[in-house]
């Protein structure tokens, strides 16, 4: 299988934790809706002869799209991903499995959520991040505690069913009773997936400025692991799968979209920053919104700022930083055995140790290897 991701780099203001892409230049949506179908009719034959199985609109905030956006959009994708994969020939021309769109709790009206089914999107991801509306204000968000409930309810009546909440944890001075409200408010609304993440202070963000600046303090590495051993425990009680390091679904309801990610599916990403990968290569746009309207519209290839060719050790090293984030591990048996026999090199202190586990020709990061699982991609990973 194959998957599009579409990024929409749109918000009315910017959160002072993030550090992905965005602008508040909201008027040139339109314009950049244009660029971003253009981009796709480009680059139609960058995907592998595989069929396309999940579409992706994230961001930024895709829900602050107009309608008559959004529409164009979706159509474009659902009939270019339907003449795809007719195109395949032997009964491939299946239907999208998952069609997922990013949304800020507040934006979802019910003029809004009526408009998504019939679009073909079948799945809603939603950033809650925290149920306090004191963090909330901290983080910048737009929405309160109080709307993300009222979100999930209009979109379960206008028939989207299959939801996904991000949550954050790790604010300053937040204690462990305060997570577990956050936890159980969240498994409160039945929602079908839950990602949840520490508070990063990446370098350029307010809130990285804030912490240089004295103003705010980071949480403590045993507060912080407390935290995710709560998170684990509260979920999986709840019928959960950790199915991921930050992913948690109930049954049969994992992201397909993102399990394509960390199994190294093959994905055209559109839009200004979005990334792309075809097996043997990873390519980025620029990150500049009126830059890649204007070389897309041009059809100008300088819309692509780099492109990185994939040698059998990077591809290994990819393998190691994402299929081991992932409940099934490594397939040990998938790889050449020049690295099959660095991984079980390199592993083996780390399983006599009790924070990978190797079994049925798979490694596995234990329940004590989740807590440091970068310093073990870091022991595993390549450099010759």
Same mark, same amino acid.
């Given at each position: ?26 008027? %040139? ?12 009719? %480009?680059?139609? /034959? ?16 895709? @829900? ?24 395949? =020939? ?27 089914? +019939? ?11 925290? $149920?306090?509306?004191?963090? !909330? ?9 109080? /709307? ?15 939801? @996904?909440? /991000? ?30 993440? #520490? ?10 400025? !804030?912490?240089?600046? =004295?103003?705010?303090?980071?949480? =403590? ?13 509260? !979920? ?9 390091? *930050?992913? $948690?679904? %109930? ?14 599916? +093959? &994905? ?7 990334? @792309? $990968?075809?097996?043997? *290569? ?9 830059? &890649? ?7 100008? +290839? ?44 390199? #592993?083996?202190?780390?399983? *006599?140790?009790?924070? !990978? ?12 290897? %989740?807590?440091?699982? /970068? ?10």
């Amino acid at each position: 299988m194959s998957s599009i991701y579409v990024h929409i780099p749109f918000c009315k203001s910017r959160c002072i934790y993030c550090g992905f892409y965005s602008t508040t230049l909201l008027a %040139l949506q339109e314009q950049y809706i244009d660029a971003v179908i253009r981009e796709l009719s %480009l680059r139609k /034959d960058y995907l592998p002869s595989q069929p396309i199985r999940t579409l992706y609109i994230g961001g930024g905030t895709p @829900s602050l799209l107009s309608h008559v956006s959004l529409s164009r959009l979706c159509h474009t994708l659902t009939q270019f991903a339907g003449t795809f994969n007719a195109g395949l =020939g032997d009964g491939e021309a299946q239907a999208i499995e998952e069609f997922t769109i990013e949304c800020n709790p507040d934006d979802i009206t019910e003029d809004f959520a009526r408009l998504l089914a +019939p679009l073909g999107i079948n799945r809603v991801s939603m950033g809650a991040q925290t $149920f306090s509306d004191g963090r !909330l204000a901290f983080l910048r968000r737009r929405h309160r505690s109080e /709307d993300v409930k009222k979100a999930v309810n209009t979109l379960r009546k206008c028939g989207i069913g299959n939801l @996904s909440l /991000d949550l954050m944890f790790g604010f300053p001075g937040q204690t462990l009773a305060e997570w577990r409200h956050d936890i159980d408010s969240a498994t409160g609304l039945d929602v079908q997936h839950i990602s949840a993440y #520490s508070l990063t202070y990446e370098e350029g963000t307010p809130l990285h400025s !804030l912490l240089q600046k =004295g103003e705010v303090s980071e949480i =403590g590495e045993e507060e912080s692991l407390a935290m995710y051993d709560t998170l684990i425990d509260r !979920l999986t009680a709840c019928g959960y799968e950790h199915y991921e390091i *930050s992913n $948690f679904a %109930l049954p049969g309801c994992r992201s397909k979209h993102n399990s394509g990610y960390w199994r190294r599916i +093959p &994905y055209l990403g559109l839009g200004a920053s979005a990334h @792309s $990968f075809d097996l043997l *290569s990873r390519q980025w746009n620029i990150c500049d919104v009126q830059t &890649y309207i204007r070389h897309v519209t041009d059809s100008s +290839p300088a819309f692509i700022e780099e492109r990185e060719e994939l040698t059998a050790r990077e591809t290994y090293n990819d393998t190691v930083t994402t299929a081991l984030r992932t409940s099934e591990g490594i397939d040990i048996l998938s790889l050449d055995s020049r690295f099959r026999d660095y991984l079980l090199a390199a #592993s083996r202190q780390h399983v *006599s140790n009790g924070t !990978l586990s190797l079994s049925d020709n798979r490694l596995r990061l234990t329940r004590k290897g %989740l807590f440091i699982s /970068d310093s073990i991609m870091t022991d595993l990973v390549c450099v010759d």
